[in-house]
């Protein structure tokens, strides 16, 4: 069964703080892999994309792919109240048309 | 880069009316759109994948004849939600996939809130 998991959460960190996001997939089909933010009521926001294993930086963001582990995660340095949403890892399965498979989504909240 | 739009972003009708939603790829030209519900407090469900010139793959469970989806151009994608009923009212979203910044990836549009009364 190809799955996505997440820890749901929520993560508090205080402001300043390293947030660690992590995510576990079944399916070694899955070739990419992403980091959306939702913030209450919208809808997704795409933070980071990584399809390589290593480790992937983007200002304040770093994500990490083990494909051998089946792990990505997501860091987020120096966090600030404004990091505060909901998480979402995906996994994009090419050999159905692009699909994505998503987590459930880890709430993070970011303590001034 | 990479600019999805959604319209409208709410919409309020009555049990048995028929709303249509409209995705648009407004910087890019896309193949795919994919069309998602969510309900509170739960993760995005694919309900479509929408290819330009092609009927749309239906995911399991999704009544296709209650959720018409047309994808007639590389840039724009409907939704048309027929004979809606409370059950029907969600958040709706969609996205368009590019090439852009280095491989596949879906952009989210704002979303449609629907409420059936």
């Known amino acids: 069964q190809k799955e996505v998991e997440q820890n749901s959460g929520p993560l508090s960190v205080p402001e300043g703080a390293i947030a660690s996001l992590n995510c576990t997939y079944s399916?070694?089909?899955?070739?990419?892999f992403f980091w959306y933010r939702q913030y209450s009521g919208k809808s997704p926001e795409l933070i980071m994309s990584?399809?390589?294993?290593g480790d992937k930086e983007d200002g304040r963001f770093t994500a990490q792919l083990n494909k051998a582990s089946q792990y990505v995660s997501l860091l987020i340095r120096d966090s600030q109240p404004s990091d505060s949403a909901t998480y979402l890892c995906?996994?994009?399965?090419?050999?159905?048309?692009?699909?994505?498979?998503f987590g459930q989504g880890t709430e993070l909240s970011v303590k001034p | 880069g990479a600019v999805v739009s959604q319209h409208p972003s709410w919409v309020i009708c009555k049990s048995g009316t028929s709303v249509k939603i409209e995705c648009r790829s407004l910087?890019?030209?896309?193949?795919?759109m994919f069309w998602y519900r969510q309900f509170p407090k739960q993760s995005l469900m694919l309900m479509a994948t929408?290819?330009?010139?092609?009927?749309?793959?239906?995911e399991q469970g999704v009544e296709k004849d209650k959720f018409l989806i047309n994808h007639a151009s590389l840039t724009l994608s409907t939704l048309t939600v027929t004979s809606a009923h409370p059950e029907d009212s969600s958040f709706y979203i969609c996205?368009?996939?590019?090439?852009?910044?280095?491989?596949?990836?879906?952009?989210f549009g704002p979303g449609t809130r629907l409420t059936v009364l």
């Open positions: 996205s368009a996939e590019t090439k852009f910044p280095d491989t596949d990836t879906q952009y």
């Open positions: 990584i399809y390589s294993n």
């Open positions: 399916d070694r089909g899955s070739q990419s």
């Open positions: 929408s290819n330009e010139g092609s009927k749309a793959t239906y």
């Open positions: 910087d890019f030209q896309a193949t795919t």
């Open positions: 995906a996994g994009g399965l090419y050999n159905q048309g692009g699909k994505l498979i």
